[in-house]
Each structure stands twice: as C-alpha cells, then as structure tokens.
C-alpha cells in the first residue's frame, strides 16, 4: 500500500512538471501567469494561488495574478509591506516557505478577523523574472501534504514574471505600446496608436479623455471598466472596441494590457498594447461580425447601400482579392458594387459588358453561376476547378458564390474570389450562409425602397414645370431637390409665367408637411397662382386671390409664397411675400444681399390679410435668387447662418454660367427637406419695344379720337407702310368694345421692330365670337372677320375681372 501511494504521489509530481512544462513553452500566452497559479490549485488541492512582486521602490509587495476563490475570504490583501511581519513579506525576505496553520494564523492576526480553518503557503519565487513570493490557501482538513508541498515548489519555480515595460519607467516607447497613470489620466502612447486613433503626436496633450473622446459611446463603459482604477482587478485585461474615424464605418481596436501595481496596494499604472483588430482574423465565425452586418443593414436603405454593407462586412475576414455584389434582373446580373472597383482587375466577359459605372453580366454566359443561383445555397470551388473563364478569372485560388435568397425568390448574389488557393473551413462556410440571409432581405427591401422613391420623384417632376419659358434680357434655371430622409412627397415648388408687356412671374413656395395631400394642394396653388396672373391682376391681388382659395379649400395645411413680377424693359420688379424667404440678390459688382421685402402671413392662415409689394431694381447682370426652406435650415443649423452661407457662396460664384450657380448653392443643402431653387440673371433687353396708351372716351367722336391717335402715335415713331390696316382695325376693335361693353375702354399699341400689336381692353370677361357665317342682309358680325383678315395674329386674354383684345401687324420697312 505504502508503494502505491508514493506511486501515485510521483504520479502526480510528474504530471505537474509536464503541465508546467508546456505552460513555460507558450511563452506568447499573454495569461501565462495565471494558467502557471491554476496548475496550484489542481495539482496542490489549494483553493487559491496568488503572485506578489516588488512593486515601485521595493517598499510595497503588490499583488501581480491571482486564481481560484476570491481572496477576500481569507482576508488576503492586494499588497504588503516588504518590511513587515507578514507571510509573504518574512518568505520574500528570508528566502524561504512559510507554512502556516489555523493557530498560526490567528496568532498573526492581531486586530484584523481572519477566518482560522484554512491554511496557508508562502513561497519564494525561484524562476526567471525577478525576486517575488507565492502565495497559496488550502482548506484540505489536513493542509498542505508533502505531494502538496512538492507541487508548490514547481509552480514557484515556474513562474516568470513579465519584465516591466519600458513605458512603465519613462523609457522610450514601442510603437504600439501605451503606459497610463490611474491617478492622474496621463497617458504615453506610442505613435502607431495615435494613428489608429487619427490624431497627430504634436497636437496629443497627453489626456487619456483625448483618446476616450474618440470611442464609440456604446463601447466607452466596458472600456471605462479598464481605465478606471476603481473598477479594476489585479491581472491581464484584454478587449476590443471601437474608434470614430473622419469618413466611413468605426474602426476595431484591441486592447491587451496589464497593471504594474504602484504604493498602498492601488495599481497605478496600466501598460499594454493597442492594435488594429479589424485586420485581425482569429475566427471568422465571431458572432460579432454578423451583427455587425445586421446593424449596418438595417441602415442600409438603396440597393448601393447593401451591396456597400456587404462587400465590408465580408472582404476583410475572409481575406478576399475581388468580391461583386449584383442584383438579379431577368437572365442578367447587374452588378452594384465591386471591390476593387477597376475594370482590369475582373474577367474580360465582364469588361465587354461595362456599360457606365458597373457591368450588367449575362448569366446565361456563366451556366455554373446560373446552376448555383437555381440551387439557392452557397457554392465553393477551390483552386483549379473547372470552370468557365467568366467565373474562372474571378477567383483562380477559390471561388465563392453567394445566393441571396429572398422568400421564395433569389434577389441576388454574391461572388467572392481568392487569387492565392485558399483553404474553405467550416467557419467560413457558417459565415457565408448567415450573411446571405441578412443580405438578400436587405436587398427586397432596398429595391422595394428604390422603385418607391423612383415613383415618387416622377410624381413630384410631374408636378413641376417640364421646361421653363425663354424670356426676353434674362435667364432663368430651376433645381428642386427631393429629400433623402423618406418616400414621402414634398410640397415645394417653382414656376416662371410670362406676362403681357414683357412682364415676367417668378413664383416659388412650400406646403406644409410632406404627403401625398402635401403634394397635391402644391399642385393646386401653383396652378391657382398661374391662373391669376394670367388673368393680368397685379402681384398683390393673385397672392390674395390664393390665400382665399386656399382658405375656401378648408385644409389643415398652409403654404408659404414669394412672387416676385418683373418688368424686362425697365429692369423693376414687384415682389410679395406670403411667410416665405425674401429674394437674394446679386448686384454685378459682386455684392450679395438680402433683398428688404415687407411679408404677410402664409397662405390659409388669415382670410383677410394684406400682402404688400415691395420695390426691387435690378440692373443689367443681377441674379435674384428664390429658394424654399430646405437649403437654409436644418434641425442642426439656424436659418440665419444658412441664409448667411447662401449669400456667401452666391457672391463667390460666377454669374455667367447660372446652372453652375444653382448645383454649387444645391451642394450645400442638407437634404433633411425638399429643397426648390429658382435663379434668374436679368440682362437687359436689347431691343426695348415703343409703347403708348389712349384712353377711349364714350363720346360720339370717340372712334374717331382712337384713329387720330393711332396715325399721330405712327407717324412719330417712322412708321409709313401699314397705317391704313392699323386704322381699320383700331376701328372694328374700339367700336366693338364701346357697342358691348360698359366701363372703361383703353387703347394700347406696341411697337417692336416690325411687328405692331394692337391693344383694346374693356371690363367684359365676354369673349368676341367670330360668327360662322353672314348672310348679305345681316347688319353686324363682319368686324372680327376683317381683324382676322388684315392682321398676322389676334386672339383675346383675360384682364383684371374684363379682357385684352389684340391684334399685330406685320410692318413693312
């Protein structure tokens, strides 16, 4: 019996050795320590094991790693005096283990209550590293035996404490190194670090808040629980996190360090290393990566936008060289996104079918890749498969084809190609087939959103002018800018009416709120608003006329407006604003301001409000400048600063090429709203026409005054040719405003060139009727016949609640 127990004793001793034995030989292993004290625990029947080492100075023995139950239950600080009359300061000092028992313990605990049913070991560090003690508890009724004892001795001399940083004792730093001081937050980092965080080493302070400041807020408490000393524990600590950085996705760091434990028992200092984990590959099967695609998925919101997610989320852990994302339309494969995006780095099939930015490939030119979309799961082939040169080229070292499955349809897929042959594991199969699910609903969903907001900008260009007019001495161009924040309809608009007498209507204006019933009421009030300009009322008068239609509609909604009514030959303007932005203006001195217009409420606010007009003058080469909400504010700038930034940057531009005016004012819109912008540069014009006006009398001399003025006006002007055609329809039109109609008549001609037009207008909406026919005995209906017959045009408009009644004549020279 006595044989076989020292067998089995030996047994033991031996299997420690071996067991310390490999532990020493992984000397990479950052819980080297740790994995050396558990070997205590299992071989020595200790309950704990802990290592104490010198701290700063030699004062202090503090606490390095522990194993097993927490110390606490023993009473077991972090540190001791190493002058002290304590078990682990008398083994470090003297050299030698310290056995202690029950009774010992209690004689040694003076006025601190320790529990007296346990013993405890106190051994000298024997191994490399430096002078050091172990310590180590046993609640085994009969303590510690020989065998226990013999397995102590081992793992004390099989510990090897890490050497101190050179960061720990103000010495030159690694590049990826990093030594904090608890107490104070300063911290040394070595230049590789502070380029992963993106800061420069001569602006770095210095703080450790510098570099807090940077992380992602959902990572900063596990990261806090490192950094700060009251949430520490003695030993190594390793984590990842995540950094902000200037454009694109955060970035994965991870940190390793350890605590080089400083005076009374507190670390003071935090020493270790940061790397980028992102180009880390341990396990490609990491929960963490597929949520991280989840998570940027669920943002994504086009078909561009999946493919973007997922080409990041997998070209990376998987090491590939070319990864294509593309949908699936019909028999074709267009492609979305490639990475790399250049076209000589892809199957020369695929550079033949490069149409604009990305490829549209046939698939019925790939039948293995079409065999594997009918399938619906992941296909692999390693290096040297056969396959067609279409899929060949893409990854001659391993071939992945990725189906997105969507219901009970494939929307798409993935092809992802290795150069070098490449090993497929398990892993990166599990990783495949998780992310393809993500991927293809993501996809329905971003096609679906795609189509939607198609439709919606259709609708929305439906309901804005298709061309704006050609004026005379000026240049107009418009933009509107859907929003990107939804599918819903905007209710900005814009238009340009052409006016009699070259006069001009520059409108722009917002509805309330962004939805189909937002749209419509825009389309409404653009039309009303065109309507009654039509009809000749000034600026003040069509802004009334629609507040009252807009009123009348009965409509939780309300619009905002700013007309502004141009007069082309003398370069004035009339502008009304309804709760709406004031025009910008342009001089061609290249000074820009806020043009000082007085405003009424907007539009289906108050039944009777006043819309005042206020004077604006434009000179040759002035741009005035209407635009709605949407480019000025958001909800994280002031419209004032955006009023401010748009009149800087329309005063930088160059007036001469005014679509380059309206994209470089449209680059700075949020895109948070609609955005509706409408330039006019006013030029002048060159040929400015001859006007005069006769008001028409009731008296029985009446056609006759009309003649006389028409010859005299005429006459004056040069015009020689044409006199008698201009009388004799001057005659037919007065009489006929005089014989039916009652009110105010007026005369008006105008003069351009050659061409003459004749102006009658009256306060009847009637229109004249050209009659059908006239018998030889009838006594009237003959006068519109002559007009027609002598003149190149005529024709009627609505004017002010009466109508225009024109004529022109073609003059000879």
Not at 436 to 444: C, D, I, K, S
Request: overall charge negative.
């Amino acid at each position: 019996m006595v044989g076989e127990g020292a067998t089995r004793r030996r047994t033991r001793t031996l299997r420690a050795e071996s067991a310390l034995g490999a532990i020493a030989a992984d000397q990479e292993s950052p819980e080297r320590v740790r994995r050396v004290l558990e070997q205590a625990l299992v071989f020595a029947d200790a309950s704990f094991a802990a290592v104490y080492a010198p701290g700063d100075g030699g004062e202090l023995l503090c606490l390095v790693e522990s194993a097993g139950v927490p110390r606490a239950l023993y009473g077991v600080r972090d540190s001791y005096s190493a002058a002290g009359g304590s078990p682990v300061a008398e083994a470090h000092r003297e050299g030698r283990p310290v056995w202690l028992g029950p009774e010992e313990l209690t004689s040694r605990a003076q006025t601190r209550r320790v529990p007296s049913d346990f013993f405890l070991a106190a051994l000298p560090l024997r191994g490399r590293g430096g002078a050091g003690c172990l310590l180590a508890v046993s609640e085994h009724p009969d303590g510690f035996g020989p065998d226990d004892r013999a397995c102590l001795e081992l793992v004390a001399a099989a510990v090897t404490l890490p050497a101190p940083a050179a960061a720990a004792d103000g010495g030159e730093l690694p590049p990826n190194a990093f030594s904090l001081v608890v107490d104070t937050g300063r911290v040394r980092v070595g230049d590789a670090i502070l380029d992963l965080f993106g800061l420069d080493p001569a602006a770095f302070d210095g703080r450790v808040e510098a570099l807090l400041g940077l992380t992602v807020p959902e990572d900063l408490p596990s990261l806090m629980s490192v950094v700060e000393a009251d949430h520490m524990s003695i030993g190594d600590r390793e984590l990842e996190f995540r950094v902000l950085q200037p454009a694109g996705p955060p970035r994965w760091l991870r940190l390793s360090g350890r605590l080089v434990p400083g005076g009374e028992g507190r670390p003071t200092r935090l020493v270790g290393t940061v790397v980028d984990a992102s180009t880390l590959r341990p396990d490609v099967t990491d929960v963490a990566r597929v949520q991280r695609l989840a998570a940027a998925l669920a943002t994504a919101v086009t078909v561009r936008d999946v493919g973007r997610a997922v080409v990041a989320a997998l070209r990376r852990p998987l090491r590939a060289d070319r990864i294509a994302f593309a949908e699936l339309e019909s028999d074709r494969l267009v492609v979305t996104v490639l990475d790399p995006p250049e076209p000589e780095a892809w199957p020369e099939l695929w550079r033949t079918e490069w149409r604009s930015e990305w490829p549209d490939a046939p698939v019925r030119a790939m039948p293995t890749l079409a065999a594997a979309l009918r399938e619906g799961r992941a296909r692999i082939w390693p290096a040297g498969a056969p396959l067609e040169p279409a899929l060949a080229d893409v990854g001659r070292g391993g071939l992945a084809v990725l189906p997105l499955p969507a219901g009970n349809r494939t929307a798409g897929c993935c092809l992802i190609g290795w150069d070098a042959p490449h090993d497929f594991g398990a892993d990166e199969r599990a990783l495949l087939t998780a992310s393809a699910g993500l991927a293809g609903q993501a996809l329905m969903r971003a096609r679906a959103f795609d189509a939607e907001h198609e439709l919606v900008g259709m609708l929305q260009r439906q309901l804005l002018p298709r061309r704006l007019p050609r004026l005379p001495g000026a240049v107009a161009v418009a933009r509107y800018l859907p929003s990107t924040a939804g599918l819903e309809l905007g209710g900005d608009w814009y238009d340009v009416i052409p006016l009699p007498d070259n006069h001009v209507a520059l409108v722009i204006g917002d509805v309330q709120g962004h939805s189909a019933g937002a749209a419509t009421l825009m389309g409404q009030m653009r039309t009303a608003l065109r309507a009654y300009a039509a009809e000749g009322h000034p600026p003040d008068v069509v802004v009334s006329h629609a507040n009252r239609l807009l009123m009348d509609m009965e409509t939780d909604l309300f619009a905002t407006c700013a007309y502004v009514d141009v007069d082309m030959e003398e370069g004035s303007a009339w502008c009304v604003r309804a709760g709406h932005l004031p025009p910008v203006l342009r001089h061609p001195d290249g000074s820009t301001r806020l043009a000082e217009t007085e405003g009424g409420p907007p539009l289906g606010v108050v039944t009777q409000a006043d819309y005042p007009m206020s004077p604006l003058r434009l000179q040759p080469g002035t741009v005035l400048v209407l635009t709605t909400d949407g480019l000025v504010e958001s909800s994280g700038t002031d419209i004032d600063e955006g009023v401010d930034r748009l009149v800087r940057r329309l005063a930088a531009c160059d007036p001469a090429h005014l679509g380059l005016v309206a994209d470089t004012l449209l680059g700075s819109a949020p895109r948070s709203d609609d955005v509706a912008l409408l330039l006019m540069r006013y030029d002048g014009m060159a040929l400015r026409p001859l006007r005069e006006s006769w008001t028409v009398w009731r008296v029985p001399q009446a056609v006759g005054h009309a003649r006389r003025f028409v010859r005299r006006t005429l006459r004056s002007w040069g015009v020689g040719e044409g006199i008698d055609a201009a009388l004799l329809i001057v005659s037919e039109l007065v009489t006929n405003a005089l014989v039916h109609t009652d009110g105010r008549v007026r005369l008006d001609l105008t003069l351009l060139g050659s061409r003459l037009r004749i102006t009658v207008a009256d306060a009847s909406p009637r229109t004249p009727i050209k009659p059908a026919g006239i018998g030889w005995e009838a006594t009237g209906g003959r006068g519109i016949l002559l007009v027609e017959a002598v003149s190149a045009a005529w024709g009627t408009v609505p004017a002010s609640g009466g109508k225009q009644v024109w004529a022109e004549l073609a003059l000879g020279s």
